[in-house]
């Protein structure tokens, strides 16, 4: 029952910006981490950024000074807003959530978004 729907990728020149977003649905109890990761061709995924329930964030040193990530807990939300792309940051952008749904018992899991494609290119 639970999802994550993500949207907000497309293609920019160098420079430009993009907002990813992603939304959680389903029998949620609650949200703990969310995150963003990315895969470029030929490469392994990666973590881009992650942020506790409590807002606290990491990020790859890559990406630092340039991406934000953020929540919104009442919408189950997470966004990252990626400002002064590089062609460096083409990849297929992952969403991330570990969720606890709501069940017999009260496991948690790992939950994926379908991906959406960020290119940077003149």
């Known amino acids: 029952q639970v999802q994550l729907v993500e949207s907000g990728g497309g293609l920019v020149q160098p420079g430009g910006s993009l907002r990813l977003s992603c939304a959680a649905s389903g029998s949620i109890f609650s949200i703990n981490a969310m995150g963003w990761y990315r895969q470029a061709p030929g490469k392994q995924r990666e973590l881009v950024a992650a942020?506790?329930?409590?807002?606290?964030?990491n990020y790859a040193d890559s990406v630092k000074g340039r991406f934000t990530i953020s929540r919104d807990n009442a919408k189950n939300t997470v966004y990252l807003q990626m400002n002064s792309l590089k062609p460096e940051d083409t990849a297929v952008y992952y969403c991330n959530a570990e969720i606890v749904p709501y069940s017999g018992s009260y496991p948690k899991y790992d939950y994926w978004g379908q991906g959406t494609q960020v290119t940077v290119s003149s």
């Open positions: 942020i506790t329930s409590g807002g606290s964030t």
